[in-house]
């Protein structure tokens, strides 16, 4: 369902994302990103600088943010901006949730603007990849 500027209020929550990474989908992303760092496909690597098993990218989780965003305005409206921080670890094979925060709504320079605050969430509730947006929603 598309985004329509007279159904979107601050303070609403947008569709959540799941995502599921598999160790795959991580070596696929290693190959299309160029970020072989072994910490996101060699499990004995990881471990040995502390981590408890390969992690998932910060910038798939970025991009995975970036879905989020896309499918919420569904045709109807394009990102202006959007980024975010790598805080907290994800690992392969468990939910990351992205989810979507309207922060505020306004209209500026003739344009309809949603600023959102965005994140990944973990299975235990903490936000790994905090970050913002703002969208431009279709007249």
Known sequence: ???KWNEISEGMAIPELKKNCSTQQLVLWAA??????????????????????IIVHGALKHAFLGQLL???????GKIKRFGCSYRGMDYPNQD????GVVTRKYEENGQKLVDLE???????GKKTTPGSATVIINS
């Open 32 to 53: 299309a990103s160029g970020d072989f760092y072994q910490i996101h496909y060699d499990k004995d690597f990881a471990k040995s600088t502390g981590l408890s098993d």
């Open 1 to 3: 369902m598309a985004a």
């Open 70 to 76: 896309h499918d919420w305005l569904g045709g109807n």
């Open 118 to 124: 965005i994140w990944t969430e973990n299975p235990e």
């Open 96 to 99: 990351i949730l992205c989810r």
